[in-house]
C-alpha cells in the first residue's frame, strides 16, 4: 500500500470515528432531554436510569481517550468527562434541573467540537498541491 493510500484510508476511519463520537454525544444529550421530561413529571425511577444510561456514554468517551496520541487533550477531555459524571450524580440526587442543562450545555459544545473535526478530514494532496475535502458518493 503506497503512503497516499494509506493517508486515505486513515483519513476515512479518523472521519467514521469522529461521526461515531458525535452520535455518542447525540445520544447522551438526548437522554439528558428525557431526563428532563422524567423530573418534571416526578418520574424519578426513568429519571436515574436515563441519568445512568448518559453516564454510561461519558465513561466510554473517557475510555476510548488516546492519551498518547494527544495527551493534554485527552486529559482536559477526561476532566471534563469526570465533572460531568460527577454533576449527573448530584442532579440524580438533588433533582436538579439547573445542573443537568449544565451537562447539556457541555456536551453540544463537545458535539459541536467534533463535527468540525470530522468535516476537516481531507483526501491527499492532489496533482496540484491543493487539498480537497472528502466526499462520497451513495
Not at 111 to 120: G, L, P
Request: proline share 2%.
Amino acid at each position: 500500500m503506497d503512503a497516499s493510500q494509506q493517508y486515505f484510508e486513515n483519513a476515512v476511519t479518523t472521519q467514521q470515528r469522529g461521526k461515531l463520537i458525535v452520535m455518542l454525544y447525540e445520544g447522551a444529550v438526548k437522554y439528558l432531554k428525557i431526563v428532563k421530561e422524567k423530573l418534571r413529571e416526578g418520574d424519578y425511577a426513568l429519571k436515574g436510569i436515563y441519568i445512568s444510561k448518559t453516564q454510561d456514554i461519558v465513561a466510554e468517551l473517557n475510555n476510548c481517550l488516546n492519551v498518547e496520541a494527544a495527551p493534554e487533550i485527552a486529559n482536559d477531555l477526561r476532566a471534563i468527562y469526570n465533572f460531568i459524571h460527577r454533576t449527573l450524580s448530584e442532579a440524580n440526587i438533588e433533582r436538579s434541573e439547573a445542573q443537568i442543562d449544565v451537562c447539556i450545555g457541555i456536551l453540544n459544545e463537545l458535539r459541536e467540537a467534533w463535527e468540525e473535526v470530522a468535516e476537516r478530514v481531507e483526501e491527499p494532496a492532489g496533482a496540484s498541491g491543493a487539498r480537497t475535502p472528502v466526499h462520497f458518493e451513495a
